[in-house]
């Protein structure tokens, strides 16, 4: 009997995902050995980041230059497999100039190292890169104008798995409305062969602490999804 009619519609669903991913990795290897893979040929992220990051740092794309202190790039390391995503800095990122220093920050770098994941497994960054004022959502025209960078960004690093931080960039990256109670733990296709894994913001498991079991079991699965 063929192993997907064993399994349940969730387990054959991410089966599929499984196998597919493997064909479109089986023929990357082949365009590698080939080398007529157009990706491997430029890689050096770190230097592809820095100078995209330069190029930015004086970005006027919408109004929330006005207030910035620093704009956010990302931190991280430039070749790991895992990408994090978050919302937009918060006040001490707008000061500090770097991601997820702040209350929600040091959450999600307990609950990531309890799934026993290490800094330099991840790099991460957020959807808007400059803070709105007091925290407000994100308008339209400066996801718009923001977007362009975080897809830049994600092809540059390419990583394997996007684990999206909330119900904003979940919602953004997916291209969905959807809530994220029920997308979270559940990995969609990005692109042609990234998966993201939306989960829980960890501001949010801050105000809610029964949700920081949930936002670690994501990130256990994101784990397990990178050894498997
Ligand atoms: N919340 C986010 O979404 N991003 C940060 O960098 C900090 C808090």
Redesign the pocket.
Known sequence: MPIHSRLRPEEKQGEILREYLNIVRSFRQYLDKRGLNQRSKDEDPERRLKEFHSSILTCRGCSLYRTRTHL?FGRGNSGAKIMLV?????RE?DLEGR??V?A??KLLAQELARAGLRNEDIYIA?VLKCRPPGNRDPLPEEIEACLPYLKRQIGILHPRIICS??KFATQVLLSTQQGITSLRGKPQLYEEDIIIIPTL?P?ACIYNPSWGNLLLRDLELVKRKLSG
């Not at 978050?86 to 918060?90: D, K, M, R, S, Y």
């Open positions: 956010v978050g919302e937009a800095p918060g990122e991601p997820f702040g929600a920050g957020n931080l909330g913001h501001a």
